[in-house]
């Protein structure tokens, strides 16, 4: 009954008015009223500051300071085989496996097109059909920054307009299409083990979302899909990213999705649905033709 009363809110709330309100004051240098709400943040969610590089609130002059604080030097090590894939983020395996051909799963008994989630686009749909993919929640007490799974070259971005529903266990069981009708930045990475796209996707109280190499993508919030491209490799202009490395961030936080084209990687056997995930752990290890490809963990 609870719910249902909580998901019937979801869809009568102004969620684009609350995010927008969120936003301004998260970036606002409230003095007091900041360290207050920082303070009442960290506890209710038991926030852990002892990986951050700054442990002290009174370090964060606005909220989204804090909330996208950087973690300590070496805090995360990274997987280091140059065949294993390392994850993008803190927070909670939502859902993973086989893209069993265009479908993916958002929840138990729920599925989603790759198409809708694509913005309606079929071409790159096509690329990814019967690969791979893994959802991941941020929650409110985790680290916001999310980071490169592999090296990777920078093909294409795709801002995606859409709603905030708010992205947890129980939108997902209960919101159809979630993540594909909600705001979201699609990113696609030229790897080794072949395409590879990474896709921020929004969240009522999201802010914004930022990308390494152009700030951020959103607010403003147009209602139109925008596509920006980028050079090949050893071109003026070329963006690419190491293993572990930065790649774009959530004020406020939201999920993460990685998709893998078909035969390239083997999702690591001790992830499943549930499952804690920290940056820089095993994600995935490549698929490499003629070797046994026994589960790894």
């Not at 303070?39 to 989204?64: H, I, L």
């Amino acid at each position: 009954m609870l719910d249902n009363i909580k998901i019937r809110l979801h869809y009568l709330l102004p969620k684009q008015g609350i995010t927008h309100l969120a936003g301004w004051f998260a970036n606002k240098k409230a003095g007091w009223l900041t360290q207050l709400a920082i303070k009442a943040f960290a506890r209710v969610y038991k926030v852990d500051m002892n990986e951050a590089k700054a442990p002290e609130f009174s370090a964060y002059t606005t909220f989204n300071e804090f909330f996208i604080r950087p973690l300590k030097d070496d805090i995360r090590p990274i997987v280091s085989n140059e065949h294993q894939l390392a994850l993008p983020a803190d927070g909670t395996i939502s859902q993973l496996g086989n893209i069993r051909t265009y479908q993916l799963l958002q929840a138990k008994g729920h599925h989603y097109t790759l198409e809708a989630l694509l913005a309606g686009n079929h071409q790159l749909a096509e690329i990814f059909r019967d690969g791979q993919f893994v959802t991941t929640y941020l929650s409110p007490k985790d680290y916001h920054r999310v980071h490169m799974p592999c090296d990777g070259l920078l093909k294409e971005m795709i801002y995606v307009p859409g709603d905030l529903f708010s992205v947890n266990p129980l939108t997902a069981a209960n919101v159809p299409n979630l993540f594909a009708r909600n705001e979201r930045v699609i990113c696609l990475f030229d790897t080794q083990f072949g395409p590879m796209i990474q896709i921020l996707v929004g969240a009522t109280i999201v802010g914004s979302i930022e990308m390494a190499w152009c700030g951020t993508v959103t607010p403003p919030r147009e209602g139109i899909i925008k596509r920006w491209t980028y050079p090949e490799a050893g071109a003026t202009g070329a963006i690419s990213f190491k293993k572990g490395e930065e790649m774009g961030r959530f004020k406020l936080g939201s999920t993460v999705i990685n998709l893998f084209a078909s035969n390239q990687v083997q999702l690591a056997g001790h992830l499943s649905s549930g499952s804690t995930t920290r940056m820089g752990e095993l994600l995935a290890q490549a698929i490499i033709p003629d070797e046994p490809t026994d589960n790894i963990s």
